[in-house]
Antibody, heavy 118, light 106 residues
Framework: QVQLQESGPGLVKPSETLSLTCTVSGGSISSYYWSWIRQPAGKGLEYIGR???????NYNPSLKSRVTMSVDTSKNQFSLKLSSVTAADTAMYYCATTAVTGEAFDIWGQGTMVTVSS | SYELTQPPSVSVSPGQTASITCSGDKLGDKYASWYQQKPGQSPALVIY???KRPSGIPERFYGSNSGNTATLTISGTQAMDEADYFCQAWDSSTVMFGGGTRLTVL
């Protein structure tokens, strides 16, 4: 069974770039879409975007100007960069995939909390 | 932009049926999915493609989607079903989530 694990700094300064990595274990990263979703404390879920193993991406239009995703198939990892962060970007960040169902987020990581503060 | 609307809260007595709605323009023309999130945990998929249950999800979870409304129904609700529930749909290659519904079993 595929498992996902997020990693990265828990604290980022305003105006800097948030960088997170998701490591895929228990299966190959190849031939699926890999997504990032975030959730501010006590609030709802927000889709950030997804990347295919070929490198093709789709981003949420509301974040598109600040988001970059990449994939490293040799390490079975994919990554998120979010630039020019503000306090509004403080949230739990989840990586997820639609690998099983093809269109719903059927496997999630445990999430990593990122706080934007000086 | 496309929006999905859920009631903030729903209450149900143990053993009774809970219904959680998700409304969006012509939502019935899209596939709806539902996620359960318990405190301190990641969301978990409970319904996809309107009516399908992933492996391990009890049969008491049932989904439907028609017109402008998708509905998650939980029959014989148990205390363990108390959680936040989020609907989700795809719109033009991006994903929309509903604001979430807190299900209270009392």
């Amino acid at each position: 069974q595929v498992q996902l694990q997020e990693s990265g700094p828990g604290l980022v300064k305003p105006s800097e770039t948030l960088s997170l990595t998701c490591t895929v274990s228990g299966g190959s990263i190849s031939s699926y879409y890999w997504s990032w979703i975030r959730q501010p404390a006590g609030k709802g879920l927000e889709y950030i975007g997804r990347i295919y193993t070929s490198g093709s991406t789709n981003y949420n239009p509301s974040l598109k100007s600040r988001v970059t995703m990449s994939v490293d198939t040799s390490k079975n990892q994919f990554s998120l960069k979010l630039s020019s962060v503000t306090a509004a970007d403080t949230a739990m960040y989840y990586c997820a995939t639609t690998a099983v169902t093809g269109e719903a987020f059927d496997i999630w990581g445990q999430g990593t909390m990122v706080t934007v503060s000086s | 932009s496309y929006e999905l609307t859920q009631p903030p809260s729903v209450s149900v007595s143990p053993g009774q049926t809970a219904s959680i709605t998700c409304s969006g323009d012509k939502l019935g023309d899209k596939y709806a999915s539902w996620y359960q999130q318990k405190p301190g945990q990641s969301p978990a998929l409970v319904i996809y493609q309107d009516t399908k249950r992933p492996s391990g999800i009890p049969e008491r979870f049932y989904g439907s989607n028609s017109g402008n409304t998708a509905t998650l129904t939980i029959s014989g609700t148990q205390a363990m079903d108390e959680a936040d529930y989020f609907c989700q749909a795809w719109d033009s290659s991006t994903v929309m989530f509903g604001g979430g519904t807190r299900l209270t079993v009392l």
